[in-house]
């Protein structure tokens, strides 16, 4: 992870996930993120909370299990 980049929302990611995947992914990644409610989960989606780097490491892992490298929001 290169020091001093931002990993804004994630919502590119989470638009390529397939449906039938799509709600174990929310769960993972709700695990990863430490977050129960959807609110949390939102604000981290659309980046108005920043990710820690090792956040978004654990992000990382979760969409690359599912085929899913192109995740960050530009």
Not at 5 to 11: C, K, N
Not at 14 to 42: F, M, T
Request: charged share 25%; with cysteine.
């Amino acid at each position: 992870m290169p020091a001093g980049v931002e990993f804004r929302g994630f919502t590119k990611g989470l638009d390529q996930v397939l449906h039938k995947d799509y709600n174990q992914v929310i769960g993972e990644i709700r695990e990863a993120l430490g977050v129960n409610s959807r609110a949390g989960l939102c604000h981290y989606r659309n980046g108005k909370v920043k990710l820690r780097a090792e956040q978004a490491v654990r992000i990382q892992q979760v969409f690359a299990k599912y085929g899913i490298t192109d995740i960050w929001d530009a």
